[in-house]
């Protein structure tokens, strides 16, 4: 199962999280497969379209695509025939492409980078004390707690407790700057 297939799955179980993460992967593949489709209509107009329904199409029914990247090629086909119609509509049919099926790559998801792996575990030894507390209770806790109740099991104040996060921050930014980490390798 890919990266896309994963992400869609979460977004067929109600997840508003994986389906950024689905839109951040398939996004550009159904850019690209618009492109023929650039003369004749309004591709950005397309996508937004395209990923509203997607969105909707996961939400009843869309467990039931099969096979690798399903939701991607499902995606593709939507786009394209939103833009044929599109192109129909406003009278524009003679811009259109050849009704040919041509598959768009889809790009290769980067495997991990063992060297920032190693960069960010060094760093989080370096931590000491309440901030490395603060920062690992966030880590293991964030997507099923609020600030409130991690600062409550971890024996802290709210505010001491983000001012631990954000001291902790500061100190991983330095040290991995240090390491010659680029932090926009790390932001994104």
Do not use: H
């Not at 003679?94 to 190693?118: F, N």
């Not at 989080?124 to 880590?139: I, K, N, S, T």
């Not at 997507?143 to 500061?170: C, H, K, W, Y």
């Amino acid at each position: 199962m890919t990266g896309i297939d994963q992400a869609f799955a979460g977004v067929c179980a109600g997840d508003e999280d994986a389906f950024a993460g689905w839109m951040g992967r398939v996004e550009r593949p159904i850019r690209l497969s618009l492109r023929p489709f650039a003369r004749a209509v309004d591709v950005e107009g397309v996508v937004q379209e395209t990923l509203l329904r997607m969105w909707l199409y996961a939400r009843d029914r869309g467990a039931a695509l099969e096979g690798e990247n399903a939701s991607l090629r499902f995606a593709i086909g939507m786009a394209r025939n939103l833009a044929r119609n599109e192109a129909r509509r406003s009278r524009r049919e003679v811009c259109l492409p050849p009704d040919e099926r041509t598959e768009v790559p889809v790009p290769p998801e980067p495997g991990p980078d063992p060297g920032l792996a190693k960069a960010i575990s060094d760093c989080l030894q370096q931590l000491v004390g309440r901030r490395l507390e603060a920062l690992r209770a966030r880590l293991e806790m964030a997507p099923f707690a609020s600030d409130r109740e991690i600062s409550q099991s971890v024996g802290m104040t709210l505010n001491t407790f983000l001012q631990n996060i954000v001291r902790a921050r500061r100190q991983m930014a330095d040290c991995l700057q240090s390491k010659n980490v680029p932090l926009s390798e790390i932001l994104s």
